[in-house]
């Protein structure tokens, strides 16, 4: 017996070929714009990544901008101080010149104290001479008294 060949279901290699490589072309192309799809959204979510990343490198440019603008107040404001400060020179210069004002006044002071000492010396004297002298007036008048008795 001869195999039986049903007409409607009976293929030739040749079209069976045709049709398993046209079926494939189509899963490839499905599978080709899957991929395609994915890249989009791959490259969507780069974008998304990249468009944050930009925009937060901006805002963070932007503090430290501000950043190193209030520091530069501050180094500024440091300088101006600094400015306002004596320098060591000018402190050792300075305090030589207090220095011999201070010895000046030291001075002056120890030749007052000895002037004041020099007229209580001069005011003792003369009490004590004028002490003398009325001593020796009431003696004479007590021996002139005595002689004329």
């Known amino acids: 017996m001869s195999m ?3 007409p409607d279901t009976a293929v030739s290699l040749k079209e069976y070929m045709e049709s398993v490589c046209a079926e494939r072309s189509e ?3 499905i599978h080709i ?3 395609e799809e994915r890249m989009l959204a791959i490259e969507r979510a780069f974008d998304v ?3 944050t990343l930009s925009n937060t490198t901006r805002d963070v440019a932007a503090s430290m901008d501000k950043r190193l603008e209030g520091m530069n107040e501050f180094r500024s404001a440091l300088k101006d101080q600094m400015a306002m400060f004596f320098t060591r020179t000018e402190h050792e210069a300075f ?3 207090v220095d011999a004002d201070l010895r000046m006044l030291r001075e002056s002071r120890a030749e007052i104290s000895g002037k ?3 007229s209580h010396l ?3 004297f003369v009490v004590g001479v004028t002490g003398i002298i009325v001593g020796l007036s009431g003696l004479i008048i007590e021996l002139m008294r005595g002689s004329s008795k």
Request: aromatic fraction near 4%.
């Open 33 to 35: 714009q899957r991929l």
């Open 122 to 124: 001069n005011l003792s």
């Open 27 to 29: 899963q490839r192309a």
């Open 49 to 51: 990544r990249f468009q």
């Open 116 to 118: 004041a000492s020099q």
């Open 95 to 97: 305090l030589k010149v």
């Open 4 to 6: 039986r060949e049903e």
